[in-house]
């Protein structure tokens, strides 16, 4: 009772220092937004995995997000997805900043987990797909894997405290800790059901009255005034079904380090997934009592260096690795990874504008219908910022 | 896929992007060396701190001209977590962007009504 209400003395008091502030000064209002299209090929696909192992052809993901500073203290951002599976709220949120080192934010937004998500949108990062833990669709095989650790991005209804502070010139740190709805799933589900996590037929609002409940440390330290290191945490528990019987916990570390152009970042996130048992028949193994749960790790390591003016070349490491019982019809063993291997270029066609080359190569651990381990796949993709 | 298939693929990979290299004139932001002597460092401070997240593209081609809001703008990108901007970066960066986007467009239009002029004094005495 005690902490609920230091809670709301501390929102009406940024809310109070809101009003009070000055208004905000000349033009308060922004306009951006991305647009990329991407084709994928896969030439040793089998065709009947088109669409549902795999998206091939184009895909366009577009956004548009305006801004609008309400006062020196508040603003609002709205930003507005256009991806796969039809239109998405990514942004719907206002911020309440005390001080830099602390700002409260009221509605949908993505929380704060992991270095990748602040990069989400094609138009800031130069490769033309998401690293694997964070993979959503991208990937082939997507329905045996369940997409990534943590499909990005993952907006959500909720709060977040969150803030930064300076120490001289030499270290930053950043913090967030947040309350959101959570993931979904059906009672009987195997897994997080990320369509029902999204999808506004099933409503945008939680499914168990219990909110899910991370955080993110981070610190960056300037080693030289070209060079900068990364340093961050970041964690996330709720339950997914109506009864909450059944948890979710996930966890990432992560570092980047930028010299000059150059960045190299380095990510592993991992969730511990609890799923129903009442149904062993659907499970492909039995296990003890208590032991109803899966692992998923994720990891990529990626390098990124400009090599002529309008040039970048880029080179990642990334896969999964699942422990755990999964669905009887399911082709994945009980502790069984994919690792991919991409080298990309990023080129710049005209100011704001980058087509993106990636090829990849796949080395699953498991044979698909047509006996095949290894695949290889190519995204072509053209991405504009405005 | 065959290793034959791999080595194919990584060749001709290899090729568009190193074509693409030696001919592209096109650079995500600004040609340092056109730029004038005193304003080189704050654009070095501006291009290394705002392409961390972003291309350079957003803020260059954004069409923003006034010094206050750019402010505001960059406060904004300043809190933005691991965004690596100081305070004291803020300062270089906002006398840059002060540059390209009141001075840069004030010294063009003056030097377009300036060759106008010399043209108009051509035209006129050699009539």
């Known amino acids: 009772m005690t902490r609920a209400l230091w809670g709301l003395l501390a929102i009406v008091a940024a809310i109070t220092l809101a009003l009070w502030s000055p208004p905000a000064l000349a033009l308060d209002r922004t306009f951006a937004g991305s647009v990329q299209v991407d084709e994928h090929i896969a030439p040793f696909q089998p065709s009947d995995t088109y669409g549902t192992q795999f998206f091939g052809g184009f895909t366009t993901e577009l956004s548009g997000k305006i801004a609008a500073d309400l006062s020196e203290h508040v603003s609002a951002n709205v930003k507005i997805c256009y991806g796969c599976h039809g239109f998405e709220t990514d942004m719907a949120y206002v911020d309440l900043r005390v001080v830099d080192e602390l700002n409260f934010r009221v509605g949908r937004f993505s929380p704060s987990f992991g270095a990748f998500n602040l990069r989400h949108d094609p138009a800031n990062h130069k490769l033309a797909d998401k690293p694997l833990p964070y993979d959503m669709g991208r990937m082939l095989r997507l329905r045996d894997w369940n997409m990534g650790v943590l499909p990005s991005p993952f907006p959500d209804n909720g709060v977040e405290i969150d803030g930064s502070h300076w120490f001289g010139d030499m270290m930053e740190l950043d913090w967030a800790a947040y309350a959101i709805s959570g993931f979904k799933g059906a009672e009987s589900s195997l897994d997080l059901d990320f369509v029902q996590s999204r999808d506004g037929n099933l409503y945008y609002v939680d499914d168990n009255k219990t909110p899910a409940g991370g955080g993110r440390i981070a610190a960056t330290f300037r080693l030289s005034p070209n060079t900068d290191l990364t340093f961050g945490g970041s964690g996330m528990y709720g339950t997914f079904d109506p009864e909450n019987r059944f948890s979710y916990a996930i966890f990432g570390a992560d570092a980047w380090l930028r010299a000059g152009r150059t960045n190299v970042r380095a990510e592993w996130l991992v969730r511990r997934q609890e799923f129903s048992d009442a149904d062993p028949t659907q499970l492909k193994y039995t296990f003890a009592p208590g032991q109803n749960f899966f692992v998923k790790h994720g990891a990529y390591v990626e390098a990124e260096t400009p090599i002529a003016p309008g040039v970048d070349a880029l080179a990642r490491v990334d896969g999964l690795w699942r422990i755990g019982d999964v669905a009887a019809a399911s082709p994945l063993t009980n502790d069984t990874f994919v690792l991919r291997y991409t080298l990309g270029a990023s080129i710049v066609l005209a100011q704001g504008v980058r087509l993106k080359l990636t090829p990849e190569l796949w080395q699953f651990d498991y044979a698909d219908a047509s006996g095949r381990k290894l695949e290889a796949s190519m995204h072509i993709a053209v991405a504009a910022a405005f | ?127």
Request: hydrophobic fraction near 45%.
């Open chain 2, 1 to 127: 896929m065959t290793r034959a298939h791999g080595v194919v693929a990584l060749v001709a990979f290899a090729a568009i992007v190193g074509c693409a290299g030696a001919v592209s004139e096109r650079r995500d932001g600004l040609d340092v060396s056109t730029l004038p002597a005193d304003v080189q460092s704050d654009y070095a401070v501006f291009a290394q701190r705002c392409s961390k997240c972003h291309s350079l593209a957003r803020p260059l081609e954004s069409g923003i001209n006034g010094d206050a809001f750019w402010r505001m703008y960059v406060e904004k990108m300043r809190r933005q977590p691991g965004s690596g901007i100081s305070e004291a970066d803020t300062v270089p960066i906002l006398r840059f962007l002060h540059w390209y986007s009141v001075e840069r467009p004030k010294a063009a239009a003056a030097a377009e009504s300036a060759a106008a002029a010399v043209a108009a004094d051509a035209g006129g005495s050699g009539g």
